[in-house]
C-alpha cells in the first residue's frame, strides 16, 4: 500500500474563497507536476457543508484536477448539527473532524495529507515530500502565518505564481506580528511554541508546535487513532515515534504559510519571562516537541547564502535551558502530556465508539473484506450520524 489522500475541512463562504485562491491554487501547481502513477495512487478528500459542494466542484482549479485525480466530497452537516449545542470553537469542530478522517482512512491509506485551505505553499513542495516517503512515520513543515491583507494584494497581482522565491520574500515582508512576537532578541510573548532569530538575509525557526503536514496511517497505534486531541501539533504527535519523524530544514526543500488577518489577535503587551514560559510549557508540550525543537528550519533569501551560526545560538541560548528543565519536570513527575480530551466527542454515538475501538485488524484479527461485512451486518444506525459514520468507515476499508 502506497496510497495518499489529501484532506481539506472547507465550510463557509469565506473558506471556499480561501481555498480558491490559495490552498486550491498551490495545490494545483503542485500536482500537475506529478507523474500519473503518482496521482493514480492519490486522492482529494473535501469536507463541506451540502449547500457548498455544488460551489467547490465549480471551481475552475477543481474542474481541471479532477481529470487528473479522485476526488471525494463529504457532507458534514450531520456532524456539526450534532456538535452544535457544545460550544465547540472551530479549533475543536476542526479536531473532531480531523479525528473521524485519521481514523476511518487508516486502512485504505498510507499516507495522510493536512493541508489547510488558506496555505500557500512553495510548487515543488508536494514533490520533495513523495520522493522522501517510506522512511518516515510523520514529516513536519513550519508553517508560520503571514498577514493575510498584505499576501491577497500579492496574489492580486498579475501573473503572480507562488514559488520558493516568491514566497519567501513574503516571509521577509509580511510575517504576521503573532510571529514576530517570538523573535527570541525582542519576545513579547511566554507562550513559546515557536522560536525565531533575523537578519536582513536569514530567518531561522525553531519550534515546539511545528505543523505535521503528513501523518503515515499506523492500525496498530491504538492511541494515535483513538484518542481525541485539541490539534494535530500539540495533541497528536506525543503519539508519534520521534525518532521517526522527518523535518524540513530550509525553504529550498519546501515552503509553507498561513494566512492571518492582521489584527485579529490582540497581541500580548509583555516580556519574556523564564518562569512563566516554563509553566506554559509544563502544559503543552511533551517529549516529541522537545526532540521537534532540536531541528532548525532555515529561510534565506538565495540558496547560497552561507548558514548564519549566530542566528541558531540566539535561539539555543533560551531553548536549551527551557528543554533542561521540561526534561527535568518530567522525570520527576514521570508524566509526559499526550493529549487533551475534547469533552464533547463522548457525544458520538455506539457506532463511532464501536468503531474507533475495534476496527484495527489486531482486534478483530480479520481482513478487511470480512471485516466491512461484519460492519454491515452488526452496525445497525438508528439516525443520520450513525449512517453518515457507518458509510465512511465501510468505504474506507
Partial sequence: MDKNVFYFPIWGEAYIKLFNNFGLNCLYRNLIRMNKDNLKNSKI????????????????????????????????????????????????????????????????????????????????LVKNFFKLKKKYKAYFIPVPQLIEEKVIKEFNKKNFKPTTKNITKMFFDYLHPIVKICDVNKSKT?????????????????????????????????????????????????????????????????????????KEYKL?????????????????????????????????????IPFNKKLEKQINNRLIKLNSKINKFYQINNVYLSFLKIDAVI????????????????????????????????????????????NIYIKNL
Fill in 45 to 124: 478528500e473535501i469536507w463541506t457543508f451540502k449547500q457548498d459542494i455544488k460551489k467547490i466542484k465549480s471551481l475552475p482549479q477543481i474542474k481541471k484536477l479532477v481529470k487528473k485525480i479522485e476526488i471525494n466530497y463529504e457532507s458534514i452537516d450531520e456532524l456539526h448539527k450534532n456538535l452544535s449545542n457544545f460550544n465547540l470553537n472551530k479549533y475543536q469542530f476542526l479536531s473532531v473532524l480531523q479525528k473521524i478522517f485519521i481514523n476511518s482512512h487508516s486502512s485504505k491509506f498510507e499516507f495522510l495529507w493536512f493541508i489547510y485551505p488558506d496555505f500557500i505553499f512553495s510548487d515543488n
Fill in 190 to 262: 511566554n507562550t513559546p511554541s515557536l522560536f525565531l532569530s533575523s537578519d536582513k538575509n536569514s530567518i531561522i525557526f525553531k519550534y515546539y508546535h511545528m505543523h505535521p503536514l503528513i501523518i503515515k496511517s499506523d492500525i496498530e497505534n491504538y492511541n494515535m487513532n483513538n484518542k481525541f486531541y485539541s490539534s494535530l501539533d500539540e495533541g497528536l504527535v506525543g503519539e508519534l515515534d520521534e525518532k521517526k519523524i522527518f523535518i524540513a530544514k530550509s525553504n529550498y526543500f519546501g515552503i509553507c504559510a498561513s494566512l492571518l488577518k492582521e
Fill in 268 to 304: 500580548p503587551n509583555e516580556r519574556f519571562n523564564f518562569k512563566r514560559s516554563l509553566e506554559w510549557c509544563k502544559n503543552h508540550v511533551n517529549k516529541t516537541h522537545v526532540e521537534i525543537s532540536k531541528f532548525t528550519y532555515t529561510v534565506k533569501r538565495k540558496r547560497n
Fill in 347 to 390: 457525544l458520538n454515538n455506539n457506532i463511532y465508539e464501536f468503531i474507533s475501538k475495534n476496527y484495527f485488524k489486531k482486534y478483530f484479527q480479520i481482513d478487511n473484506s470480512k471485516l466491512k461485512q461484519n460492519l454491515k451486518k452488526r452496525i445497525k444506525p438508528k439516525d443520520l450520524l450513525s449512517k453518515w459514520l457507518k
